[in-house]
Each structure stands twice: as C-alpha cells, then as structure tokens.
C-alpha cells in the first residue's frame, strides 16, 4: 500500500510550515525524512497521521484519501505512529500499553509474541510501570505499542532522542528486521547519521517546510549531503 502525499500546507493557528510537500513511499520501503530542529518535520508526520488538518494538499493510502479523516480513522486504515518523546503512559503498566496499540488491528497473540521476540524485556516487565523504565525502555515500549495492531505503514519521530547510543544501535536493527519480517513500511524522521545510513534505503530532506532534495540509494551514504541538512 502506497502513501501518496501532494500538495500538502499545514500550520498551527495560521502560521504557515509545510509549504507543498509532496512526497511517496512505496509498499515495504523504509523511508527517512532529515533536516534540522525546527523545519516541519514532525509537523510532515503529523499531518500524515491526521493529528493535524492539512490547509490544502492530500494525503492518501492505499489510495484511500484521508487527508480529512481523524487520528483513529488514520490508524484503522493501518497506520501505527510512534511520536516524538515517546509518549508512553507512565502510570500505565507495559501490558496495558501494549493493549492500546490493538486500537489499530484488533487483539492478535501471535502479534505480541513477534513482538515480544524483538522486544523481550518488554516482556519480562510486563508489570511493571512505564514510567518507572529507563528512556530506551519506553522508545521500545511506544515502538511495539504500535506494532501490537499489526500496521502496514509505521510513522516513527526521532528514535534515537534521549537514547543511549548501544541502545539506539539495537532499536535501528530491530526497526530493520521488522520491516523484513512483517513487510512493514517505515517512515521516519531522524537527525542522528548513523541511524540514517543504518536503516534508510532513501531519504527526503526538509528545510523550511519544503522537500528539499531527495537522496537515493547509495547516496545516502554520502555523508557530507547528509550532514548538509543535519548541521546547524
């Protein structure tokens, strides 16, 4: 299932940041959107995701055009979204977490076991407080907590913040292995190089709330063009 996006102007309270964004990502690509703080990044996935109306432009999946549709139609349309910091339920245990994440696909067993297999000691802390586990931990969590209803299409914002580096090593293979596993199609933004060059096959650059540049296939590990849109 293809994600289309065209012509696409989003702000909040009418200040302007994405300025005609078109952009595709193909069925079982792993996709990365770069640029520096501030550029329109997020703002690109959560206009995808529906958490924000888009002014003008669509969004569409699958061929299905959801460019007006609320956050809960995007995910019943199996798209799984792992949001900037996180944004686990702390007072919530790890299971009751995971079971949010139904809300996509429905209650599925052999999900949370494939999850629990890349994920183990969510698992073995299945009782314990989200907020009690360490920021790698959480990112973990609020990863299989999307991936609990089995999406087609998983929006992923900045996995490496406020994560250790052996860590953000571990969560970059698994986000990899995932998609070879399940066929899974990752977007995600990112800022840190070598989680970049380690799971995207291309990439978009934003600057200003407009792409930029595309970079493809072997370019993208061209360091100096990548850094060309990372460093301040």
């Not at 770069?34 to 969004?59: A, D, W």
């Not at 055009?65 to 996180?86: K, N, W």
């Not at 571990?170 to 977007?187: K, P, V």
């Amino acid at each position: 299932m293809t994600l289309e996006v065209n012509g696409l102007n989003a702000g909040y309270d009418g200040t302007p940041i994405l300025r005609d964004v078109d952009l595709t990502v193909e069925t079982g690509e792993i996709v990365g959107i770069v640029g520096r703080n501030g550029v329109g990044k997020t703002t690109l996935l959560k206009s995808i995701m529906g958490l924000l109306e888009p002014e003008t432009g669509t969004v569409r999946f699958g061929g299905e055009d959801l460019t007006r549709e609320s956050a809960d139609a995007h995910a019943r349309s199996s798209i799984g979204y792992v949001p900037q910091g996180r944004d686990v339920f702390p007072g919530l245990t790890v299971e009751e977490n995971l079971t949010i994440g139904e809300g996509i696909g429905g209650d599925d067993e052999t999900r949370y076991e494939q999850v629990y297999e890349y994920f183990p000691i969510l698992e073995e802390r299945a009782d314990q407080d989200a907020g009690t586990m360490s920021g790698g931990q959480q990112q973990m969590l609020a990863i299989a907590r999307a991936l609990v209803g089995d999406p087609d299409l998983l929006l992923v914002d900045e996995p490496s913040e406020g994560v250790q580096p052996s860590i953000v090593q571990s969560i970059t293979a698994d986000l990899a292995q995932i998609n070879e596993s399940f066929g899974t199609t990752i977007l995600f933004v990112e800022q840190n190089l070598s989680v970049i060059q380690g799971l995207a096959e291309r990439c978009y650059a934003i600057d200003h709330g407009q792409i930029v540049d595309e970079i493809d296939g072997e370019a993208v590990d061209d360091r100096e063009r990548l850094e060309e849109y990372l460093v301040v």
